[in-house]
């Protein structure tokens, strides 16, 4: 029914005035920017994976199929449908079908397992998952059959794997696209807004019950245009999908939304290691990628060593999603020969960039400045009051693509944005004259752990409902390689349990397994003083302490 559809907090009237006069919102959907794209460039190769090479016109002819597919097997505009698919080609032949279809995605990472899939869905009310069956690693088909069981309404099973592979019990897309023949699209009678959500992001760290954030139209190809503009992507770029595609990164930073929006071509990597990646980028000359942290650093260790593979066509390497320290991005254009560029983003909107004709000292020492002139930032002390210019204080933003609202979420909503809509980063900063960026830390309890965001307070709950578990502190410890990594600090209830078997009651949990703690260590109790008298975060923050002062 209608009421289920996500309804968005809109901006006030007032910001959406000022919104499209300044031309940021131009009522472009991405449905309509790739039919545009695939009439200008209809036999330019717009996406090529392992197995794949499509023009923009077959891209296009794709979409449409799926979403009459989509539409035929009665989902309907409005509807939710859970998206977990790896680096294939599929990815953003559905995805595009969705939005052709008025359908809002819901990403998963391809890492995502039970217990988060479950979530996801739960919280948008998924009428469907799309997968891609069994794989070397994991078997998607036995995860759709759990989903099911636990959430009826998950009606529709779609699996992007071949027919003749596909496990019987769930339509494959072949199929659902054969079934669509014929069928009309929404657009000809219920067309989609620009206003409208297209689809929900899964916002980092979340604890059980997911946030999610509703992106639409209009805001979000805002982002990816003036990203793609900043990025220097053109119709010869060619830009390389190395993270997870679901991320918002390389979803839109710029992405490879943001590489069609410029008519270039998207390269998908099912593994973003050099003994795979750097093949790819030589045989498709690849010219743009985004990196987290230690991949680059993994980068960085191949490209010094004696290179197996010409990558000489690479011009930029961006590198977000966890902090870079600037021993590390100096190394960058001496080593790989090409432009750094610092991105720091989230997926509720603010994302920063360094220009690629930056000076050095900016490059490696900042994580950048806002895309738009319309975004606002406020550096603050915890009371809400700004800081002195240079000092480091929370950072709140508001602006063009950045959301008012989680997706039906009070209580969070309560927690992460101002009364006047500024939404709470929880990050801490510091900002030059010139408007850029400096992050120092975090304000609250995630571990960034690679550049995936992990929630303490998600993992204690899952560890205090093992029976050997009294009382349970998830903290951040600094990593040389991956930035941060995690270490529960357990009270045992009685005989003290294997550190290993805790790990394996996370995996048991049905968690991805970047949320499997790092280390695990047992103490008598927490603290000296009274563990009531302190809070949760002060704790986390003097156990993180501890093992750093002991080691
Ligand atoms: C330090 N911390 C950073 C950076 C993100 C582009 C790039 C990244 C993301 C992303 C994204 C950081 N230095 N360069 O969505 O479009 C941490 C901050 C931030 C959180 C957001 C994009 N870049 N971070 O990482 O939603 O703590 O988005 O608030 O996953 O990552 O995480 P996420």
């Not at 071949?162 to 199929?175: G, M």
């Not at 992050?439 to 992990?454: L, S, T, W």
Request: net charge negative.
């Amino acid at each position: 029914t209608d009421a289920l559809i996500p309804v968005v907090q809109q901006w006030p009237d007032d910001f959406a005035k000022r919104y499209r006069e300044a031309g940021y919102w131009r009522g472009e959907t991405f449905g309509a920017m790739l039919r545009e794209r695939a009439a200008k460039y209809a036999n330019r190769i717009a996406l090529v994976d392992d197995k794949t090479r499509w023009t923009y016109a077959e891209l296009d002819a794709r979409a449409d199929a799926v979403a009459a597919g989509l539409l035929a097997a009665g989902l309907k505009k409005g509807d939710r449908v859970v998206v977990h698919l790896p680096n294939i080609a599929e990815f953003y032949e559905v995805v595009f079908g969705l939005f052709r279809a008025g359908i809002l995605p819901v990403y998963c990472l391809l890492a995502h397992r039970i217990t988060e899939v479950e979530n996801a869905a739960a919280v948008s009310q998924a009428a469907g998952y799309i997968m891609a069956g069994r794989r070397d690693d994991f078997d998607f088909n036995g995860l759709a059959r759990e989903l099911q069981s636990r959430l009826p309404a998950v009606k529709h099973v779609i699996t992007v794997e071949p027919r003749e592979q596909a496990d019987p019990a769930f339509t494959a897309l072949d199929d659902l696209k054969a079934d669509g023949k014929g069928q009309p699209l929404p657009d000809d009678h219920a067309p989609t807004l620009p206003s409208d959500a297209a689809f929900l992001q899964l916002s980092g760290g979340s604890t059980g019950l997911s946030k999610l954030i509703p992106r639409t139209h209009d805001d979000y190809i805002y982002s990816v245009r003036e990203s793609a503009n900043i990025c220097g992507l053109h119709e010869d770029s060619v830009y390389l999908v190395a993270l997870p595609a679901a991320h918002n990164f390389p979803m839109s930073s710029p992405g490879a939304l943001g590489a069609f929006y410029a008519g270039a071509r998207v390269v998908l990597s099912q593994s973003p290691s050099p003994e795979h990646v750097f093949a790819v980028i030589e045989r498709e000359r690849v010219t743009m990628t985004g990196l987290v942290p230690p991949l680059l650093l993994v980068w960085l260790q191949a490209a010094a060593g004696k290179p197996s593979h010409d990558i000489s066509s690479l011009e930029v390497i961006q590198v977000g999603g966890a902090k870079l320290t600037p021993e590390i991005a100096r190394r960058v254009k001496p080593v790989l020969g090409v432009k750094l560029q610092q991105v720091f983003g989230m997926a509720e909107g603010l994302v920063n960039y360094t220009r690629l004709d930056d000076p050095d000292d900016i490059v490696i020492n900042t994580q950048g400045r806002p895309i738009s002139p319309d975004d606002e930032v406020l550096v603050v002390d915890d009371q809400g009051n700004p800081v002195p210019e240079g000092e480091p204080g929370n950072l709140l933003t508001r602006g063009p693509y950045t959301i008012r609202a989680y997706h039906n979420n009070p209580s969070a909503n309560a927690r992460s944005f101002t009364e006047d809509g500024f939404y709470r980063t929880g990050d801490i900063v510091r900002r030059s004259p010139e408007g850029y960026l400096t992050v120092q830390g975090r304000a609250n309890d995630h571990i960034n752990r690679a550049g995936e965001k992990i929630s303490a307070e998600e993992i204690e709950d899952h560890l205090l409902a093992h029976p050997q578990v009294f009382d349970a502190a998830v903290v951040s410890i600094p990593d040389e390689y991956l930035g941060e990594r995690s270490c529960a600090f357990i009270i045992p209830n009685g005989e003290k349990p294997k550190a290993m078997e805790i790990k394996r009651w996370i995996r048991s949990r049905g968690l991805a397994e970047f949320k499997v703690p790092d280390q695990v260590v047992f103490v008598e109790q927490f603290s000296e003083t009274a563990v009531g008298k302190i809070s949760r975060k002060e704790l986390r923050a003097k156990l993180s302490a501890q093992l750093q002062a002991a080691s």
